[in-house]
């Protein structure tokens, strides 16, 4: 293998981590926005219940001011200076304090939904690359394992079967007959079938092997450098 090659192949190894890693760090900060989003709208529901509570102290006022006009009516003339006027400069103060913070609950309520659906796209995207980078290393490990596993079984077959067949060739009588138990033994080992299980039980083995992608999918998004094994 050339330099090159293996320089490439190495690179092409470490990418679907390194992608882990940036998409993990990326849904980090989106939920680290998510939640300063969702403190800066607590804090500007608070300010906007604590307002409207101080503007209820002034649920009479308006009751007060037209009654306070209307006995000036009653006198024919103008009465006294209106005692209640700093009252209604804070009401109105307040009012607009309330409308203010009532728009800004608005902006932060929106940003708030997009920093949410942010935190979504980002954890989609990571659950993504960890599958990928599961796919990635298990193909190529898989591959070398399962090809070697069946060069094995057929290797084994072989020389089990031409075990039998030398064995039958060439013994008679009582040695056949004993070797017979062996070699039957030894040929249903050669036509091994996998146990009956129901589909979708415990002993179901695509049930427990799609357990163990899960558990080291879960495993990847906590650390993308943690060791992927399927054993």
């Given at each position: 293998?050339?330099?090159?090659?293996a320089a490439?192949?190495?690179?092409?190894?470490?990418?679907?981590?390194?992608?882990?890693?940036?998409?993990i760090?990326?849904?980090?900060e989106?939920?680290?926005?998510?939640?300063e989003?969702?403190a800066?709208?607590?804090?500007?529901?608070?300010?906007?219940?604590?307002?409207?509570?101080?503007?209820?102290?002034?649920?009479?006022?308006?009751?007060r001011?037209a009654?306070?006009?209307?006995?000036?009516?009653?006198?024919?003339?103008?009465?006294?200076?209106?005692?209640?006027?700093?009252?209604?400069?804070?009401?109105?103060?307040?009012?607009?304090?309330?409308?203010?913070i009532?728009?800004?609950?608005?902006?932060?309520?929106?940003?708030?939904?997009?920093?949410?659906?942010?935190?979504?796209?980002?954890?989609?995207?990571?659950?993504?690359a960890a599958?990928?980078?599961?796919?990635?290393?298990?193909v190529?490990?898989?591959?070398?394992?399962?090809?070697a596993?069946?060069?094995?079984?057929?290797?084994?077959?072989?020389?089990?079967?031409?075990?039998?067949?030398v064995?039958?060739?060439?013994?008679?009588?009582?040695v056949?007959?004993?070797?017979?138990?062996?070699?039957?033994r030894?040929?249903?080992?050669?036509?091994?079938?996998?146990?009956?299980?129901?589909?979708?039980?415990?002993?179901?083995p695509l049930?427990?092997?799609?357990?163990?992608?899960?558990?080291?999918?879960?495993?990847?998004?906590?650390?993308?450098?943690?060791?992927?094994?399927?054993?």
């Amino acid at each position: 293998m050339s330099t090159i090659t293996a320089a490439k192949k190495s690179t092409t190894a470490t990418e679907p981590r390194e992608a882990l890693k940036r998409a993990i760090s990326r849904r980090a900060e989106c939920e680290a926005a998510l939640k300063e989003s969702r403190a800066a709208f607590d804090r500007a529901t608070a300010a906007h219940a604590e307002a409207e509570a101080e503007l209820r102290q002034f649920e009479d006022l308006d009751e007060r001011l037209a009654k306070q006009k209307a006995d000036t009516f009653k006198r024919g003339k103008p009465g006294p200076a209106d005692t209640m006027v700093s009252e209604k400069q804070q009401r109105d103060q307040l009012k607009w304090q309330a409308s203010e913070i009532k728009g800004a609950l608005v902006v932060l309520e929106a940003e708030h939904v997009q920093a949410e659906k942010a935190v979504a796209a980002a954890t989609d995207a990571a659950s993504t690359a960890a599958w990928k980078l599961l796919a990635t290393e298990a193909v190529e490990r898989l591959t070398v394992e399962l090809v070697a596993a069946k060069k094995l079984a057929w290797r084994l077959e072989s020389v089990a079967l031409a075990l039998d067949q030398v064995s039958g060739l060439e013994t008679r009588g009582e040695v056949r007959l004993a070797l017979g138990p062996l070699m039957a033994r030894l040929s249903e080992a050669a036509y091994l079938k996998p146990d009956p299980v129901v589909v979708g039980s415990e002993r179901d083995p695509l049930r427990v092997a799609g357990q163990r992608w899960r558990e080291l999918r879960s495993r990847l998004l906590k650390d993308a450098d943690a060791e992927i094994s399927w054993n």
